[in-house]
């Protein structure tokens, strides 16, 4: 018996202990937001930045020489240049003065060079926004000129997107063009400044006091980005109160968070079609335009809308009716019509029919899509055999024509150039153009818009690639939902950003 | 005993040497491309063309080999492409709370099969044993993922005892780091408040690691004991007036543990490859959480380097556990000398 009270005495301390150290829903610290991110970032270097978790730094603690208004994203705000004009291929930017970096620099004309300057060099990330750039030069202090191959009338608002980095940090480290270095340090003029990154756990970042903009009332001082991969995880962790927003929590669940008492929803348009099934032209039986045309026609959108609950469309054609300029209002709404279908597939001439799609795992719409097309098609005899891979495995696997389909989630960074979309999902040689669409007069299209200075012209021509694409019947754009994110209540000022990923605007949010 | 290690030295870098070798190539044999996806879409073709020679994946596979090899005799693990370090950089930074899960987890699996077969075995054939079977049973049958969110339902969200996840509560600020193991380093700084908050971290995911093992570590334990009692050195020590206790801990225990020990370097073994979810449900930051994250971009480098750690720590608790025969049971001993 001694020994079953030796045993207590020992374990007892230890249980105290523990019990003392659990942690309270909530500590006590108001002006710290717990941002509960999907992953870790690979780097928060603005010239390699390309996914969710690796922009919330990069837009938080850098500034753009350009803004625009989420509502109306062709209207653009004054950022760090305050005024910009187009002459040809010349644009003039006026830059703000007595902005500083967060380590003590002052932000002038040679800042923006070295930027862009290095972001060209580097040719990742969001550089293809500006890939037209031929040259920036100093004009003065504050004044750049920024020379285009051809006169771009998007660049001002791309440029919305390119966080500019200081020319003296970038001269500091002109090994690799400083990517190591880069990888994991920051120095901006944004409204929040790198602390600390504790791989595998978390980022801090820290309130700028000295920002250019302004702040609401009762902002957040101290920001902990913290890496949460697991999605249950994140949205038990917001519904608990150990995160105050998170970002990629399952629709069902986002949508059941945010109707619960302390909970509101946000809900808005964000990137674009999502998911769209990709149609491979180059490998059979897909190759056969018929065959497409079938796929296309048999489709159940219907099902697709009662997934999303309603708050979702089916698309007509790549671009949102939400993005100015595009033709989607213009374009015949794509239906599911069985009948057209099987006439579709007889023309076709493919008999017994069998085809693979390629499905990246661990994205629930995904797999849903595919399990909507697997049981469509077979109401017409087709089979349709899905495989759940890793997203790069599924990406090889049709590009390297191993596959017939292949389902992604639809993105563009800009908030009004889709040309930088339609060249990277439909031209020959875009990264995403996984239906192999080979269409010369296409590319050629696509390549002239972004020079036409006349929008009722571009329009047109938008509409010209959208018709082509969908003529093409190389792709099913399944469901374009609104996007919802579950925010407590005691968080103001949270807004979705429709040209990003699920986005937080630490300089917006405020305490309630 | 110097013999004993040699050969288990040898042994172990061969293993080692497969294990890297196969993993090297089963990696490659996936098609994907890593670099073209890490450099991001519309990703120039010469930007791309470069990530993949900085890396070597532009070279013949057997070249990428041979370097690799090359590289690990110096302690060189390559690069990660995803994080753009040294994968020894990464691994120093992720171990530490790995082991220190697993170490935990180990000792407490260790506490509770033993201290639950006792029970079982005290209360043989009644009611206590039932629950105890049942329990242990159920547990094994609860897909590790499961159990961590069932727990996480229940002692985070519904109770609000422990966290969510993580080493350490996230608005805190942990001790400054010396050994990596949270609870040896709030102990050299003094503070045993964040001892207890480090504790409390490590409940749930050491849980959900534990119960999924219990039901085969505690039948184990408790067939050993009752073939123990079975011995007539039990009935000799009862004549002789020893209590239950005396006979439990001085002569029954002790033969006991060692017929378990083999199983036991095994059920480590479940433990290690269960870290990957764990830690990714528990947000836990460990090579677990790192390898999943390789995974899923094809980053070569770590995950070569991941099985060859797993493997060298599965060798070493192998090799303690081994060692703990001859201590633990004098006939071994004898036959080792």
Partial sequence: MNRYRWCIVALGPLIGLAASGATPLRAAEPSTLVWAEAAEPATIDPAKVNVNQELTVARNVYDHLTNFELEHPDHLLPALALTWKRDGTDWTFTLRHGVTFQHGQPFTAADVKATIDRDLAIGQGQSYLVSDIKQVTVVDPYTVRITTQQPDVYLAANLSRIEIMSAADIAAHPKDHGEAYFTDHANGTGPYSFVSWTRGEQIILQRNTHWWGHFPDKPFDRVIDRFVTDAATRARGLEGGAYDLANFVPRDEALRIGHLPGFHLVEGNNLWAWPAIYLNNTLAPTSNIDFRDALVKVFDYDAMTQYYQGSSVTPRGPIPDWVPGSPEKDLAPIKQDIAAAKAALDKSGVKNPVMTCSVPSGFAEFAFAGTVLQASAAQIGITVKIEQLPFVQAIDAIKSNHSNCFILGNANLSPVDATKFLAAHYTTGGYYNTAHYDNPAFDKLVAQISSVTDPQQRYDMLKRASQMIIASHSIIWAARPKTDVPVPNHIGGYRIDPAEYINVRLWELYQK | ?337
Avoid: C
Avoid at chain 2, 63 to 91: C, K, W
Avoid at chain 2, 92 to 108: G, K, Y
Avoid at chain 2, 131 to 148: D, E, Y
């Fill in chain 2, 1 to 337: 005993m110097l013999g004993l290690l040699a050969r288990r030295g040898a042994w172990s870098l061969l293993i080692l040497f497969v294990v890297a070798t196969l993993t090297f190539f089963l990696s490659r044999v996936v098609p994907a491309d890593p670099a073209a996806f890490l450099a991001g879409q519309n990703a120039s073709p010469e930007a791309v063309a470069r990530i993949r020679a900085e890396y070597g994946l532009d070279r013949p596979l057997l070249s990428q080999y041979v370097a690799y090899m090359g590289g690990l005799l110096h302690g060189d693990f390559g690069r990660s492409i995803r994080t753009n370090r040294p994968v020894a950089e990464d691994l120093r930074a992720f171990l530490p709370a790995t082991l220190e899960l697993l170490i935990f987890s180990f000792v407490l699996y260790l506490l509770a099969s033993w201290f639950l077969a006792i029970l079982a075995v005290r209360w043989r054939g009644g009611w206590v044993d039932g629950a105890i079977r049942v329990f242990t049973m159920l547990g094994s049958g609860i897909p590790v993922f499961w159990l961590g969110m069932a727990l996480q339902f229940v002692f985070f969200y519904r109770l609000g005892w422990l966290p969510i996840g993580g080493r350490f509560p996230i608005r805190a600020i942990p001790p400054p780091p010396v050994t990596g193991f949270l609870l040896i380093d709030t102990l050299l700084a003094g503070n045993l408040h964040a001892f207890g908050q480090a504790l409390a971290a490590l409940l749930l995911p050491a849980a959900a690691i534990v119960i999924n093992l219990l039901a085969v570590g505690t039948r184990m334990s408790r067939a050993a004991l009752i073939t123990e009692y079975a011995r007539p050195y039990v009935r000799t020590a009862r004549g002789k007036g020893a209590g239950p206790g005396r006979i439990l801990y001085r002569h029954v225990l002790r033969n006991a543990i060692a017929p378990v020990l083999a199983a036991t370097s095994i059920q480590f073994g479940y433990m290690i490859s269960w870290v990957i979810l764990v830690e990714v449900i528990f947000d836990w930051p460990g090579i677990g959480l790192y390898a999943y994250q390789s995974f899923e971009v094809f980053d070569y480098a770590p995950v070569v380097a991941l099985a060859i750690v797993s493997t060298l720590v599965f060798l070493v608790i192998s090799l303690g556990l081994d060692l703990l025969y001859p201590w633990l049971d004098p006939r071994m001993r004898e036959a080792t000398s």
